[in-house]
């Protein structure tokens, strides 16, 4: 092997793509890697760039990650402005007023032995095609990595975030709302908590750790669930909020401390902001298309590039033909996390596409929506159509260990039906979109695909009620764990 050919680097390191951007162990992500995924980014994606933003989320790693990849800036000249421990989506919106690319060291909702990079060109985050191209770069280590301490961060990176809120939606668009923000050790846990103050809501803090926990918004462990339903009881609020690591993914509840999944809350703030054109993967729950309350809606693969490509295609299609009906293009993933393609204009005020997933938006969009119409968050979602979603995950599950079980799946309908749901009659649609995703007789779905992300095994169930679907996944989870 080549040792200065990146994409040799990254297979000796074990350290790779996922669905969203590089993600791999902690004791694998060393300076040099750092630095050559940064350099590799700055030699091909960000090429000629002068300016970097770079930020972190809380873990313990990432700062030391930063400084490797500040290196790696300096090297090719670029200056860093370093906003710090702030949310991927404020380093994305910041990097994107400028002009210019970005770095965010962060594990997302990964288990805390893991971490990774994220990144951003000047019109947002990078394509599958971006990522081949960074594959295919030469980067030469210096004989030693000069790592030099970060600054001070730019406190203009977070003001900017901040001012986006709080000029779209008005300084009383919450007033008279009391939100608890369940903190963790969330990168967002002080800015969300600021941008609801401004906001006129009363805040209440809760649950701050220093210890890192492991948010995943689309599989909320057990305590997490038991727990907003305590504090609801003790505090009484009108909602509670909380994202995963790096505040990407929304994680909402209402005033019972019951979590709205993350698929409703997408179709709820889409229907906020009036939106035309709703791009969203396959996994999300299928009350989008039964609603009928939007012009179009595309499915793809899971992720966020995909999801931006599709509304890509989608703006595309708006600009080409005069027939096509204008109107805000967006998109949503099954983690609640949003996606902006297009800006939006109400009652004068207009809110800066931002096609990155973003927590705040959607956390925004349904207390707003609640206030508007005098009705409780639990509320919000009566008028969709009943279908319910649930998904879970076999940790340490190796996906060559998954990609085996659904090819064996598909080979045999019976043993299909059989190991994802045996009470739901015979199999109707089998959807190969990202993995495998199977409709039954009974309209019940239940899709499996292998995590981009770590060795997982996610499931993702659909039915009439909320107790049948999570049933559902855990029955299906539970005869593979004994396969």
């Known amino acids: 092997m080549n040792p200065n050919n990146f994409a040799d680097r990254v297979a000796r390191s074990g350290v790779a793509f996922g669905t969203s ?9 060393t300076d040099e890697l750092c630095y050559a995924y940064a350099s590799a980014f ?14 972190h989320d809380l873990r313990p790693s990432s700062p030391r990650m930063a400084v490797a990849c500040a290196a790696a800036a300096a090297a090719h000249g670029a200056r860093v402005i370093y906003a710090g421990a702030l949310p991927t989506p404020a380093l994305a919106y910041y990097a994107a007023q400028l002009r210019v690319p970005a770095l965010v060291i962060t594990g997302s909702h990964i288990p805390f032995d893991r971490n990774g990079i994220k990144f951003y060109r000047a ?10 191209a960074m ?15 970060l600054p001070e961060p730019d406190a203009q990176v977070a003001q900017a975030y901040v001012q986006r809120y709080t000029q779209f939606f008005g300084s009383q668009a919450l007033v008279g709302m009391r939100v608890a923000v369940y903190e963790h050790s969330s990168v967002g846990r002080d800015i969300i908590g600021q941008i609801l103050h401004a906001l006129g809501a009363q805040v209440l803090p809760l649950g701050r750790t220093d210890v890192f926990v492991p948010i995943d918004t689309e599989a909320v462990r057990p305590e997490d669930i038991a727990q907003a339903r305590a504090w609801a009881a003790e505090h009484r609020f009108d909602a509670i909020v909380s994202t995963d690591g790096d505040a990407d993914r929304p994680l909402l509840g209402d005033e019972r401390g019951q979590w709205l999944r993350g698929d409703v809350v997408g179709i709820l703030c889409a229907q906020f902001l009036r939106a035309q054109v709703v791009v969203t993967p396959v996994s999300s729950n299928t009350a989008l298309e039964k609603s009928g309350a939007f012009a179009q809606v595309l499915r793809t693969r899971i992720g966020s590039p995909y999801v931006i490509a599709g509304m890509d295609t989608a703006l595309a299609a708006q600009m080409q033909d005069a027939a096509v009906q204008a109107g805000p293009v967006v998109g949503f993933e099954a983690n ?3 996606l902006l393609a297009s800006d939006v204009l109400q009652h004068g005020r207009k809110l800066a596409a931002l096609p990155t997933r973003d927590a705040v938006l959607p956390m925004l969009a349904l207390l707003s929506l609640a206030r508007q119409r005098g009705s409780l968050l639990s ?6 159509p009943k279908r319910f979603t649930a998904s879970d995950r076999l940790q340490a599950f190796a996906t060559e260990k998954s990609r085996t079980l659904i090819q064996n799946l598909l080979a045999d309908a019976a043993r299909m039906a059989a190991t994802l749901a045996p009470g739901a009659g015979a199999v109707a649609e089998v959807d190969q979109t990202d993995g495998l995703r199977v409709t039954f007789a009974n309209q019940d779905i239940v899709h499996l695909r292998p995590s981009g992300n770590a060795p997982e095994l996610r499931c993702y169930a659909e039915s009439a009620t909320v107790e049948s679907a999570k049933a559902l996944c855990d029955a299906c989870l539970a005869r593979i764990g004994q396969l």
């Open 21 to 29: 951007g590089a993600r791999g162990l902690v004791a694998d992500m």
């Open 42 to 55: 700055l030699q091909t994606v960000a090429s000629g760039a002068n300016t970097l933003v770079l930020g």
């Open 123 to 132: 019109d947002g985050e990078i394509s599958k095609a971006d990522e081949q």
């Open 135 to 149: 594959l295919a770069a030469t980067v030469e280590l210096p004989a030693s990595l000069d790592l030099a301490a």
């Open 336 to 338: 609640g996390g949003f």
């Open 379 to 384: 509320d919000l979602s009566a008028d969709l």
